[in-house]
């Protein structure tokens, strides 16, 4: 099954320090999923849709899901 990139918007914050925090995703019909908890970011390569930037390995609603930032300040998940 191939999957491809759907961006989105995101409700985010910049600590103190100046890192990049992801609060909570919209989707593209509006609805909103908050990011329960940010378990790794790295910079990676999305290898299913293609792309890459800053990887956020996030617990949405109990499911382990990527985020990506890429370098042109946009965002995107990966949708099968």
Known sequence: MESFKVYVDVKAKFSKDGR??????IWTDGAEYKIDRIIDVC?????????????????????????????NNMWFVERK
């Not at 290898?47 to 370098?71: H, N, P």
């Open 43 to 71: 910079r990676a390569a999305s290898l299913r849709a293609g792309g890459a930037g800053v990887r956020y390995t996030c617990m949405i609603y109990g499911k382990e899901s990527y985020l990506y930032y890429e370098d």
């Open 20 to 25: 990049l925090i992801p609060l909570s995703i």
